[in-house]
């Protein structure tokens, strides 16, 4: 019941109305940062993966990185399915949508750790976003940073570490390196994540992934 105008413009216009009305069967779409996450999981192990319900369309930037550093997709309407090859690097910059989400540019830093070669990956949308690459460094991670830009020279060997995911999307960061680290990470800072990422750790775990969540107490 709601009067809006402009989707997909630079301007939202929204007319006031007196009440709105309830609706029924409403689908939400998928989230396509969790998508996207999962894709470079994938990527990052060299593990084979369908990842559904996804809207393609609404990924086009990531799926092409992906593309880029040697991973075979195979897409139609409502999935994806990843065949990682040999990492190569590739530059990204972060821009609005339909570019490249500034929300995966964590994770795919943590990609791009251990692809051959070197990688310049700009943050044009949001200052500071650039913590995780200290944690990635604990781990083995070869980044340099200079203002908003992080050049990732690729190693062949990430190693298990205590570190911390200080946003949301770093803490993703440090899930993706740990999956492909030699050694144990334990991440802190998972309320960060669970505000983005229902039961994470179930759904990695249940394509191979051994991922176990421990209380305060236990550590």
Do not use: W
């Amino acid at each position: 019941g709601a009067k809006i105008t402009g989707a997909g413009g630079p301007t939202i216009t929204i007319q006031g109305v007196q009440r709105l009305h309830g609706v029924s069967n409403y689908p939400v779409i998928p989230d396509r940062i969790e998508a996207g996450t999962f894709l470079i999981a994938a990527a990052i192990t060299g593990s084979s993966m369908r990842i559904e319900p996804v809207i393609p369309e609404h990924i086009n930037a990531v799926l092409q990185k992906l593309r880029d550093c040697g991973c075979h997709l195979d897409i139609d309407n409502q999935s994806i399915a990843i065949t990682p090859g040999p990492l190569q690097a590739v530059d990204i910059t972060t821009q609005p949508f339909p570019g490249f989400p500034t929300d995966l540019q964590a994770p795919f830093m943590a990609l791009m750790t251990l692809a051959r070669g070197t990688s310049i990956i700009r943050e044009k949308i949001y200052e500071n976003r650039l913590q995780h690459v200290a944690e990635l460094q604990r781990m083995g991670a070869s980044i340099r940073v200079e203002g908003s830009t992080a050049i990732v020279e690729g190693v062949p060997q990430l190693s298990g570490a205590p570190v911390t995911g200080s946003d949301l999307r770093a803490a993703a960061a440090m899930v993706i390196a740990g999956l492909a680290a030699k050694g144990v990470t334990c991440i802190s800072g998972l309320s960060h994540l669970d505000r983005g990422y229902d039961n994470i750790e179930g759904k990695l775990n249940s394509v191979g992934a051994c991922i176990e969540r421990q209380s305060k107490r236990s550590l």
